[in-house]
């Protein structure tokens, strides 16, 4: 997404805005920033532990950067509405879980929080606008603000940090709006979800790590001059900038509610549901996948375009 981004936006004010508050950084290396951040533990006095694990992440393991996230997650740790066994506040911003029995995505609705992904995404473009960020975020600079949208216009994008799907013991599908809500049957968006691929009834990731991965083949050293023309037709979305991450969500949550579509469930072990993927699953997750990636690096593009025509 961050690499597409770069691409279209080369040359205009938009970008020059972006070097002077990135500090050289390209959206590429920006756009992994908050999740990089997650290895703050406030357990560890929110020292940064996930020192080269993850390559991606070596561009800010400095003494100076480390400490420019651990203060990011002080600052987030527990700013909003926490019930026991939630996780820090920052990582609550990556997703919302709206069921896939809904047509759009409502504020209020289960799953929904007003400091989820589509909260997450306003008050950044609100911060990088000029404005103060809404509560409950605490958004310090327009730098902060900057890797966060990097970051979140990716998230918003993945069919399964919106839809959620929701289950019963039995691993029957259940609407989490309708009656009394069991907070049991939240599949956390398919991480509480094992994967069997049938072809070698072999476990493996998570439906959610699933449709987390990219595979080689849209990795960002594949962009190439037809990619950026798909990017490049991408329509600009409807209405002001503030409400586009409500209409991006809405339209993940159709995406989503088409990803479930012929699986079925066993019964609940351990907190988990197993399900077993169809032969052409794969193929139809990557297909999804590359639509989904042009278009979410043309709308960080156009968010960022639009901000600093």
């Keep these: 997404m961050g690499a597409i981004a770069d691409e279209l936006i080369a040359g205009s004010h938009a970008a020059t805005e972006v070097n002077a508050l990135l500090g050289g950084l390209s959206l590429q290396a920006a756009a992994v920033w908050a999740d990089c951040a997650k290895g703050i533990d406030p357990a560890k006095e929110f020292a940064y532990t996930s020192a080269g694990k993850y390559p991606e992440c070596k561009v800010f393991e400095t003494p100076e950067l480390e400490a420019e996230m651990a203060d990011y997650v002080r600052r987030k740790d527990s700013n909003c509405r926490r019930v026991e066994g939630d996780e820090s506040c920052h990582k609550q911003y990556h997703y919302t879980d709206s069921a896939i029995q809904r047509s759009r995505y409502v504020l209020g609705e289960v799953g929904t929080r007003e400091f989820d992904v589509v909260a997450a995404i306003a008050a950044a473009t609100h911060v990088l606008a000029g404005d103060p960020a809404p509560p409950p975020f605490d958004i310090k600079s327009k730098r902060e603000a900057l890797f966060l949208l990097a970051h979140f216009v990716g998230d918003i994008h993945q069919p399964l940090h919106v839809g959620a799907i929701y289950l019963d013991p039995n691993g029957a599908v259940i609407d989490p709006d309708a009656g009394v809500f069991a907070p049991s049957s939240a599949t956390q968006g398919g991480n509480e979800i094992t994967t069997i691929r049938r072809a070698t009834n072999r476990r493996i990731a998570n439906l959610h790590q699933a449709w987390d991965d990219v595979p080689t083949a849209l990795n960002a050293s594949r962009i190439d001059a037809a990619w950026l023309k798909l990017a490049r037709n991408v329509p600009k979305t ?37 399900t077993t993927l169809p032969h052409d699953y794969d193929a139809r997750m990557e297909a999804v996948k590359k639509k989904q990636l042009v278009r979410t690096g043309a709308r960080l593009a156009q968010i960022l375009e639009t901000i600093w025509p």
């Design 238 to 274: 409807k209405g002001a900038v503030f409400e586009w991450p409500k209409a991006w969500a809405s339209e993940s949550l159709t995406i989503a509610r088409r990803s479930f579509v012929g699986l079925q469930f066993a019964a609940q072990q351990d907190g988990h549901w197993t």
